[in-house]
């Protein structure tokens, strides 16, 4: 359960930041600057909204693994959505609208998960172990985000691969969180020791 949560919140996250950092310089060029942090703005707005709405929508006893899966799911969308920005304004706009309404979630959603799955006293040490290990490993997003960015310009696609990496991450991150619904915590048994 430990292993499943940390990596799924660190996949997400590595995928989310890595899209963060550049997100703005990529939209520069197809929208003008001041028209780029308006849809950053939105990508922030957007936010707030997806995480005001699974506070509000999500019932008590929810699987909260599945509510995670989705809302990387929904970013998975967005991401896919905005492969189509170079030929549709509407792509940009629809996809950091989509792409958004995880960014909070991918950050609350992991100690929700902890507090159901593992023992109180666990839980305390399981959500500051879960979030190190995400903040370590999103620290090399912006890098390797920026050098897989060069290659794909490169290559002379500079959307596709670069939402194609993220997309991927993200699908690896649902992975993680998916494979974590078979512990014996999620089975109703004793509740796992990190």
Do not use: K
């Amino acid at each position: 359960a430990f292993l499943t949560l940390a990596a799924g919140m660190a996949l997400g996250l590595f995928a989310q930041i890595g899209l963060i950092a550049h997100l703005l310089s990529l939209l520069a060029p197809l929208l003008g600057a001041q028209t780029a942090g308006l849809a950053m703005g939105l990508a922030t707005a957007a936010a707030i909204a997806g995480r005001t709405l699974v506070g509000w929508l999500m019932p008590a006893g929810t699987d909260r693994r599945m509510v995670a899966c989705l809302a990387y799911a929904i970013q998975i969308a967005g991401s896919l959505v905005l492969m189509l920005a170079a030929e549709h304004a509407w792509a940009i706009w629809l996809g950091v609208l989509l792409f958004g309404s995880g960014i909070g979630n991918a950050t609350s959603l992991p100690p929700l998960i902890a507090q159901t799955e593992f023992a109180r006293e666990d839980a305390q040490r399981v959500v500051p172990l879960i979030v190190a290990l995400s903040q370590g490993a999103y620290a090399f997003a912006p890098a390797c985000f920026g050098m897989l960015r060069a290659w794909s310009e490169q290559a002379g696609q500079p959307l596709f691969w670069f939402l194609a990496a993220a997309a991927s991450l993200q699908a690896a991150a649902i992975a993680s969180l998916a494979l974590g619904r078979a512990t014996p915590a999620r089975r109703g048994e004793q509740p796992a020791r990190p």
